[in-house]
């Protein structure tokens, strides 16, 4: 088909998609398709969602793309888009793969309670920092469960290597936390987000870089927002801490008063030298 040839290619934050022709059964629709990291969608007069595990079969004909999933569809893409989307259908890339995590990686792990992936990820990689952030980290792995939490995105930011990614991952459908509350928090700490993947069937990831025009560029590391500015004393509530303090220094300055008064006793020595000074006027 002569749109097949024309049908435009570009890469997306999400993955790959491209603008052609689908035809499923006697439905025929212009739109966009879009090759995420698991999962084939089209979006046109119709929609389609097809997830890997559920294709059987994948093959190129002409410049279509064929796949046979619960029906069978095809994709009008061009030969050479249609043999690369069939390449990674057949050999989706594994988890670390997608997470860029190599052998050399150094790999630091804050708030992630996922004890199958940190298992694994200390099987790919030995260089492994789990609840802080040493310097020289290359990939931050950072999960976040409420808007609160992310308030650590600055923290962690100022630890970062300026070719260093921070991975957010967010739980798919949450209240406590959004993905325009991530994209909020992470534009506020001066970073980007390039990349989303499936972290897992409950998880998302979001890839943070630092922008490439700020990198290099000297950075003020913010206040450590964990410690408190005070703390009160431990069995007393604050309104007692204050009154506490005070009644010591008044009983102290009462008995400090006393003393003073009881050195005056001019009368009592008056007293006892009054015979003897009485005596020489008798004399006389």
Partial sequence: MPHSHAARFTIVRMGVEA??????????SAGTAQL????????????????FERIRDVAVDGGALV??????????????????????????KGLFEKLEIGPESRVAVVD???????????????????????????????AAETREA??????????????????????????????HDVFEAVRNAGLVDTKVVAFSKTQTAHKCVVPVEM??????????????????????????GPRAKHKPERAAARTTARPPAAKSEPPAKKQASGPEKSNPKKKR
Wanted: charged share 30%; proline share 8%; aromatic share 6%.
């Fill in 150 to 179: 992310l308030r650590k995105l600055p923290l962690i930011r100022a630890r970062m290597i300026d070719t260093g990614s921070v991975w957010i991952l967010r739980t798919k459908g949450s209240k406590a936390i959004s993905e």
């Fill in 67 to 92: 796949v046979a999933a619960d029906e069978e569809a095809r994709f009008e893409l061009g030969a050479s888009v249609a043999e690369r989307w069939m390449r990674r259908i057949q050999q989706p």
């Fill in 36 to 51: 995420e990291s698991e999962m084939l969608v089209f979006r046109g007069d119709f929609r389609l969602e097809i997830p």
């Fill in 112 to 142: 992630v309670r996922d004890a199958p992936f940190l298992t694994a990820l200390r099987e790919r990689t030995s260089h492994v920092a789990e609840g802080r952030v040493p310097e020289g980290a290359t990939a931050i792995f950072f």
């Fill in 19 to 28: 603008e052609c022709t689908v035809r499923v059964g006697r439905r025929t």
């Fill in 215 to 240: 990198r290099g560029q000297a950075r003020r590391r913010p206040p450590i927002l964990t410690i408190p500015p005070s703390s009160p004393v431990l069995g007393k509530s604050p309104a007692e």
